[in-house]
């Protein structure tokens, strides 16, 4: 089975929502991705955690068959991030971040993980994504996100990094202010304009958007649900199941990567439904298939 | 073919859109429901209309079919509405109503129509539309929509209302605060134990959802158009695709009405793409098909 390496952050959440809330909770772009993957496929993670983090974290992240050989322990304290969905469960609030040692985060990328076949650079400096990519092989296929932030603040890099990878996933903010469009469709084209084969528009409640070939591919609701408990990590856990799916399917064309947003989707619908990735212990490949089953009737006539 | 009532308003629109502005064009819940179902189905309106009304309205209406005889002109002023979405194209902002005939709207029906197997009552008085239902035969299957301003002060007479109808037609804030819900899951489960058969829940830009038997049917996003000029009227010509498309299909079924909720959803699309109804001036079945195809391709894998 290929593999797929993720590289993003390993942190400490401290999240309210209108349900409830909790304190450093085991959170990061890195975690949720690599788990929600972990049902499709082989994971490598790169991150980097400070001495303060738990055991049972890094114990519970390797309880889904997740290589941990990159999650390196440095000087310091684990990045932190309190966030708050009280007033917009679509939208988080950031009451404070303490990047701690994630502020100069330069992944220790073991030589195990250079032959991965899938890369997820998860939202970091477009610098470091690019800095990163020159370690791997073009043959590699490369997925990844960014933030307002780099999109404002370092527009060339993220451009130069974009006619490197094959994947870019964004929200419709990100896309619409990185596009300078108020419509996703142009923005859509705009993303594979500027190189990636696939550019998948996240809507968050309502659904995704994949492009390809200068037009649309498929448009899709999101799941629903009668209760959303948490909406920390749905971008990075869609990406998971998304590339995790591609992975395990063993070929990328338009039906594969299809068939990938509704993972994507579904895995999204999963992590949503409690705090942290506590959804995710006990979950069986079966329930992610009866969900996928569901969610294809639910929106194919 | 089987012929669709449909009793609401024809009335004098003064819009501004980010696109534009236009100044007393020719809009009104009938107006936009009547062309729409047109293209499906043969369609009688009732509707009221003051003496300053512009004889090219009503020749525009009649043109595409629809049988104007309940078209009443009374003493008096038109409906006008003026209304922006400069600052937000998902939600008009009312600048101006003015009832004038409207106001207290009594629809002739004439005795022609009362054998009409289908009756859409748009948005007017929860106590009007009971009353205008008494004339009616059970066998018949009706459609409502309603508003904001009726769920808040006219409740009672809105829940006697959905036990009469087969179709409620609202939007997901309405939906929401009829059912006194935050998700839309639960809100259509609400409508449903209300009475109807179906319920559908207009999510704008973010497409529909369909509700039958305690559950959901169908969610389907919107048309992914790259300009929105105009989405006044969205709703209704929505709600006049899906019943003129059931009218035509001949049958209601879970399978019929998923497709009603498609040609509602490829109806709504157009009309968003040009002020008052003037998109639907030279438009062809065929477009519709075409559109409908690859509104199908769009959304399913």
Chains 1, 2 share one sequence.
């Not at 959440?13 to 690599?34: C, M, N, Q, R």
């Not at 929600?36 to 991150?47: D, I, K, P, R």
């Not at 998860?122 to 590699?140: E, G, R, T, V, Y």
């Not at 890099?157 to 108020?182: G, H, R």
Request: charged share 25%; proline share 3%.
């Amino acid at each position: 089975m290929d593999k797929i390496l993720v590289i993003g952050s390993v942190a400490l959440d401290t999240i309210a929502t209108p349900v409830g809330a909790k304190k450093e909770v085991l959170g990061g772009s890195a975690t949720y991705f690599s788990i929600s993957s972990s049902f499709f496929t082989g994971v490598n993670l790169a991150a980097t955690v400070g001495e303060d983090f738990p055991k049972k974290h890094s114990s519970l992240i390797e309880s889904f068959g997740v290589n941990i050989d990159g999650l390196e322990t440095k000087k310091g304290k684990t990045f932190r991030w309190h966030g708050s969905y009280v007033d917009d469960l679509n939208c988080a609030k950031t009451i404070d971040t303490q990047l701690n040692v994630f502020a100069d985060f330069r992944p220790n990328i073991p030589k195990s993980y250079l032959d991965s076949k899938f890369i997820f650079l998860a939202n970091i400096d477009p610098d470091q994504q690019l800095f990163i990519l020159n370690k791997f092989k073009q043959s590699q296929l490369i997925g990844c996100d960014s933030m307002n932030y780099w999109i404002q603040n370092k527009r060339s890099s993220l451009k130069k990094l974009m006619k490197k990878v094959n994947f870019v996933f964004l929200n419709d903010a990100e896309a619409k202010l990185f596009s300078e469009e108020s419509n996703i469709l142009k923005a859509g084209k705009y993303l594979l304009s500027l190189g990636p084969e696939y550019a998948i528009i996240k809507r968050g409640e309502y659904g995704a958007a994949l492009f390809a070939k200068d037009s649309i591919l498929l448009l899709t609701p999101a799941y629903l649900l009668e209760t959303v408990c948490d909406p920390t990590g749905a971008g990075d856990t869609f990406a998971g199941g998304f590339m995790g799916y591609l992975s395990k399917a063993g070929r990328i064309n338009d039906t594969a990567v299809q068939k990938a947003l509704l993972y994507g989707s579904v895995m999204a619908s999963f992590t949503v439904e409690d705090f942290s990735v506590n959804r995710f212990s006990g979950l069986k490949k079966k329930d992610i298939e009866e969900r996928y089953k569901k969610f294809r009737k639910l929106i194919m006539v």
